[in-house]
């Protein structure tokens, strides 16, 4: 077969357009016949003499790549797929683009684009109620549907420690209207952590039981032994002298004076009885 013939139908080619594929050249009708792509617009062959635009695999007459919404031509211009059809940007941005939490407005194909608790939000509008700084992928704290970078929270929001005076990032305790850290919530005597433990207070400052014991309580002027506030236990107080409830008794017959008259000698509490009797 001679060169100047088409490698399918062997007509000659002299004086007529002809096209290439691979080292074949074919007359135009047999290379779009053979070749030619079919339109995914108007299913008819994109001849060797027009343009033949291609998007994954399939492929338009260049009048027929639109939008498929507004018909405007895509060619040369930005666009996006849904379920196989082609958009421009704006018919995509409003039949399919996220509005931008903050400000309300289309978050367009291409942009980039913040996800937080199930919203969206403009990488530019996702930033630092206070210092209006890009939060990004930075830690942050939402605060009455605001969000704030750590820094700021804590410098606005944040409890301080009544004890080391450093930021409460989470749990605490409340003692006297103040925060502490569970782990700065210590006996003033022995140190140790009071968080979730019994304990009595003196001077604003908490004790263990022992150390309020050994170092704050009252003694009893009968069995010397500490008088503290545990269980709501009652106690008797006279002339700068506290007892027990049930130490309060006579000191010649041990009848309970609880709630009774008595006299006293020098440092004795005496019934009525025994009193008038001596």
Same mark, same amino acid.
């Given at each position: 077969v001679s060169e100047s013939n088409c490698h399918f139908c062997l007509q000659s080619l002299r004086g007529r357009k002809y096209a290439l594929r691979g080292e074949n050249a074919y007359c135009v009708p047999c290379y779009d016949s053979l070749y030619a792509n079919p339109c995914e617009e108007c299913k008819q062959p994109i001849e060797c003499s027009s343009k033949d635009l291609a998007y994954k695999g399939r492929h338009w007459h260049e009048g027929c790549? $639109?939008?498929?919404?507004? &018909?405007r031509s895509l060619v040369e211009k930005p666009f996006?797929?849904?379920?196989?059809?082609?958009? +421009? /940007?704006?018919?995509?941005?409003? @039949?399919? &683009?996220?509005?931008?939490?903050? +400000?309300q407005k289309t978050i367009m194909p291409g942009s980039r684009k913040m996800e937080f608790k199930g919203s969206s939000w403009h990488e530019s509008c996702f930033v630092c109620q206070y210092c $209006?700084? %890009?939060? #990004?992928?930075?830690?942050?704290? /939402?605060?009455?549907? @605001?969000?704030?970078?750590? %820094?700021?929270?804590?410098?606005?929001?944040?409890?301080?420690?009544?004890?080391?005076?450093?930021?409460? /990032? &989470?749990? #605490?305790?409340?003692?006297?209207?103040? %925060?502490?850290?569970?782990?700065?919530?210590?006996?003033? #005597?022995?140190? /140790?952590?009071?968080s979730?433990?019994?304990?009595? &207070?003196?001077d604003e400052y908490p004790y263990c039981v022992d150390c309020f014991s050994k170092f704050c309580a009252k003694k009893c002027a009968a069995c010397m032994k500490p008088i503290t506030a545990l269980g709501g236990a009652k106690y008797i107080s006279f002339e700068e002298r506290q007892w027990h409830g049930e130490c309060f008794n006579c000191a010649k017959c041990s009848v309970s004076l609880v709630g009774q008259e008595f006299l006293t000698r020098q440092d004795d509490i005496l019934c009525h009885k025994c009193g008038s009797a001596s």
């Open positions: 790549f $639109r939008c498929a919404k507004c &018909s996006a797929a849904k379920d196989e059809v082609l958009l +421009c /940007t704006e018919c995509y941005s409003d @039949e399919y &683009s996220s509005k931008c939490f903050h +400000c $209006r700084q %890009p939060l #990004g992928t930075k830690p942050l704290i /939402t605060k009455d549907n @605001e969000n704030y970078c750590v %820094p700021c929270f804590e410098k606005q929001f944040a409890h301080h420690c009544y004890a080391c005076k450093k930021v409460i /990032t &989470s749990g #605490g305790v409340t003692y006297h209207d103040q %925060p502490w850290h569970k782990q700065c919530f210590v006996c003033a #005597g022995c140190k /140790t952590q009071l979730g433990q019994r304990f009595l &207070s003196q």
